[in-house]
């Protein structure tokens, strides 16, 4: 079945499948961003020289809008870092310690590796779990 862009953005706002769709116009057509993620939802790329943006669709949020960002690092030790981490939640059940073997060649580097080990271990952790859920929000 062939639509045109906006025939299939309404589709994909109210959520029906465009699986077997065909978009006659998708790469003559500029596309606003809320649109392209709505099809992207649906399985349908837009290129990206196709999507546009305007500050008119962003809605004012208060929680991040009245909040004065700072683009100054944190300044933390690593205790303050493991600290930090321990009190950020964890999801799904218990933690079960996992071994990953790694190699690197140079011993220098193995060797700060092996001395930082548990520092690594928190933060590897926490990366691959990041690494996961982008995995999962990509394939869904």
């Given at each position: 079945?062939?639509?045109?862009?906006?025939?299939?953005?309404?589709?994909?706002?109210?959520?029906?499948?465009?699986?077997?769709?065909?978009?006659?116009?998708?790469?003559?057509?500029?596309?606003?961003?809320?649109?392209?993620?709505?099809?992207?939802?649906?399985?349908?790329?837009?290129?990206?020289?196709?999507?546009?943006?305007?500050?008119?669709?962003?809605?004012?949020?208060?929680?991040?809008?009245?909040?004065e960002?700072?683009?100054?690092?944190?300044?933390?030790?690593?205790?303050?870092?493991?600290?930090?981490?321990?009190?950020?939640?964890?999801?799904?059940?218990?933690?079960?310690?996992?071994?990953?073997?790694?190699?690197?060649?140079?011993?220098e580097?193995?060797?700060?590796?092996?001395?930082?080990?548990?520092?690594?271990?928190?933060?590897?952790?926490?990366?691959?779990v990041?690494?996961?859920?982008?995995?999962?929000?990509?394939?869904?």
């Amino acid at each position: 079945m062939k639509v045109k862009v906006e025939q299939a953005i309404e589709m994909a706002r109210n959520n029906e499948s465009l699986k077997g769709v065909t978009i006659e116009d998708l790469n003559d057509t500029q596309i606003r961003a809320a649109d392209a993620l709505a099809l992207a939802e649906q399985g349908i790329l837009v290129p990206e020289q196709n999507i546009y943006y305007s500050d008119k669709d962003i809605a004012y949020d208060p929680d991040f809008d009245d909040i004065e960002w700072s683009k100054e690092p944190l300044k933390m030790t690593w205790e303050e870092k493991m600290q930090l981490a321990e009190k950020m939640p964890t999801y799904g059940g218990s933690e079960e310690e996992i071994s990953v073997k790694i190699k690197i060649a140079d011993g220098e580097i193995r060797q700060w590796v092996n001395e930082h080990a548990d520092k690594m271990g928190q933060i590897l952790g926490n990366f691959i779990v990041d690494i996961y859920k982008a995995n999962r929000i990509i394939k869904d």
